[in-house]
């Protein structure tokens, strides 16, 4: 697994610099649209593209679900052990095409329908998140654990999706004894890193609604092995209808 998890960030890493020499040439990006209307960014479509030739050259034998491009099957005949990585080229391209400089590539692995491996990589400051089953989360290799925050301190709560005002502010008070304020509540436009962050403690709870699974499952993983508690409602295969994350050790 560790091979997978190496040959991986190496990727990712490659990838980052992609997305680093074109934080200062936006004007460079190409944004088109399918048939159906469907925006199509060139610098994630290179991303996703240049991800999948690498896994397709160095794992044949894997599919790869994309969010990007969907379901690239194996065309070689089908083993005992199924691996599928699950990738989101470039969480947070309207952060980036805005200016904000906050995105992150993430990449998972499932064996069979288990998570077994995950990556979040901010290419901007070069921070990495990682998990593997059973082996804990990391951050740049330091043990990641999800801690409650200073008592001193308000809570903070990340969000994402298109959430409902009133759904939002019930479900965050039923988790706070405090009125919440709205200087507490952050979006970053990235789901990914919003996960990240709570499985490091920056954020008090987070919560989301109608997420695309390929964005999610690394952060899921992370924040399971750093020892959130993650509680979730699907809605498809592709789409999580809710997701709550709070520090098992927080008792606000």
Request: a neutral charge; one cysteine or more.
């Amino acid at each position: 697994m560790k091979a997978f998890q190496n040959a991986a960030l190496m990727q990712l890493r490659q990838e980052g610099k992609t997305v680093l020499q074109n934080v200062d040439r936006i004007d460079r990006i190409k944004i088109t649209k399918d048939d159906s209307g469907k925006k199509h960014n060139s610098l994630v479509k290179h991303i996703d593209e240049s991800i999948i030739s690498r896994l397709q050259e160095l794992y044949p034998e894997h599919h790869i679900l994309s969010r990007q491009s969907g379901m690239h099957k194996s065309t070689l005949p089908i083993i005992e052990e199924q691996y599928t990585w699950v990738i989101d080229p470039l969480d947070g391209i309207d952060n980036l095409m805005a200016g904000i400089p906050v995105c992150a590539i993430s990449i998972a692995l499932y064996h069979d329908r288990e998570c077994v491996m995950g990556i979040i990589y901010e290419p901007i400051t070069d921070n990495v998140y990682t998990a593997m089953l059973g082996q804990g989360a990391f951050f740049d290799g330091r043990i990641l654990r999800s801690r409650p925050i200073h008592p001193d301190n308000e809570a903070l709560i990340g969000i994402y999706g298109e959430i409902p005002y009133s759904e939002m502010a019930t479900s965050l008070q039923e988790r706070s004894k405090q009125p919440l304020l709205c200087n507490q509540i952050r979006n970053i436009g990235c789901l990914s890193l919003s996960l990240a962050y709570q499985a490091s403690g920056s954020f008090d709870y987070f919560y989301g609604r109608d997420l695309h699974f390929c964005s999610a499952a690394a952060g899921i993983l992370i924040l399971n092995e750093a020892k959130a508690t993650v509680k979730q409602e699907k809605k498809t295969d592709l789409i999580i209808a809710k997701l709550s994350s709070t520090n098992a050790k927080n008792k606000r």
